[in-house]
């Protein structure tokens, strides 16, 4: 994700968005087209949810009036939120890192474990806004061990096992169960061939 996003340095293959092959550190311009959220929240604690949104609003020099920004903040029911966001929920800071990401409204959205922690409400908020996001014709990445969230968000869907990287397409992968036999599978080569040395 760090890579993708332009933060670490690779050290082989290649970064391509839209056919462009990509340079670490990315441009200004790229910056504004990528933006990852990561497993903690990216909210400053000893501030509003608002000013959190006015924060985000100068530092990418975002063209939003304060009506904007206070129907962003509806649509993730949090307009009535006045108190300082350390006082927050797991799942009100989520909502509001989304709050964030809708506004900056980037092309390409990163989001590392999103359902983490959450409960059946904010997952359910959660996917509604993903499945929204992707209808805007948003390309999603996202890491996840939450396969129910992942099936139901997801057009293909990566697992990584034993250093390599096994790809599905998302409606083929209709259970946990289907998912781990390909685990066991590599388990039981595995113990084979150590029984066999």
Do not use: C, W
Not at 91 to 105: E, N, P, T, V
Not at 160 to 173: C, S
């Amino acid at each position: 994700m760090d890579i993708l996003v332009g933060l670490n340095q690779f050290d082989r293959g290649n970064v391509i968005i839209d056919e462009n092959v990509m340079t670490i550190p990315y441009s200004k311009e790229m910056r504004k087209t990528i933006f990852l959220l990561p497993v903690e929240s990216i909210t400053i604690e000893y501030l509003t949810a608002l000013e959190n949104m006015d924060y985000f609003k100068h530092i990418f020099e975002l063209n939003k009036s304060g009506d904007e920004i206070v129907q962003i903040l509806q649509a993730y029911k949090l307009e009535q939120e006045s108190g300082l966001v350390k006082g927050f929920s797991t799942g009100m800071r989520k909502r509001l890192d989304l709050a964030i990401l809708d506004m900056i409204s980037p092309d390409i959205m990163l989001l590392d474990e999103p359902s983490l922690g959450l409960d059946v409400f904010h997952v359910d908020f959660l996917r509604k806004r993903l499945l929204a996001y992707k209808e805007l014709g948003k390309t999603l990445i996202i890491t996840s061990h939450d396969m129910a969230l992942s099936n139901r968000i997801a057009d293909r869907i990566y697992l990584f096992n034993n250093n390599q990287i096994i790809e599905y397409d998302a409606d083929d992968v209709n259970s946990e169960e289907m998912v781990l036999s390909t685990y066991d599978a590599d388990t039981a080569t595995d113990s084979d061939a150590t029984d066999g040395e």
